[in-house]
Nanobody
């Protein structure tokens, strides 16, 4: 079993920045790819970004491409989501995920989920 613990959410004005962190309790083959999903009130959970184990490959949702950057520090089993130029539409609960495949963009493809951290962007 792998536990994921998120931190870094909060309230920010539109145009501002936040950095989310997610620490994994351990590394396994089924949790080598790590990333984020988000869910806004009244909306379905959606894919945000994913990074492979080595950190050499990342995928982003079109809605965040160019504004969000996902990175990882394997010495700390931690991934970081740097979110810049935030918009009110980015308001959501953000969930850290871990799975086996970097190409996965569907929620059911991820084996492990964090508890979520709230991000609120005011206009």
């Amino acid at each position: 079993q792998v536990q994921l613990v998120e931190s870094g959410g909060g309230l920010v004005q539109a145009g501002g920045s936040l950095r989310l962190s997610c620490a994994a309790s351990r590394r396994t083959a089924s949790s080598s790819a790590m990333g984020w999903f988000r869910q806004a009130p009244g909306k379905e959970r959606e894919f945000v970004a994913v990074i492979n184990w080595s950190g050499t490959t990342t995928y982003y949702a079109d809605s965040v491409k160019g504004r969000f950057t996902l990175s990882r520090d394997n010495a700390k089993n931690t991934v970081y989501l740097q979110m810049n130029s935030l918009k009110p539409d980015d308001t959501a609960d953000y969930y850290c995920v871990a799975g086996a495949y970097t190409t996965a963009t569907k929620a059911h493809e991820y084996n492990y989920w964090g508890q979520g951290t709230q991000v609120t962007v005011s206009s």
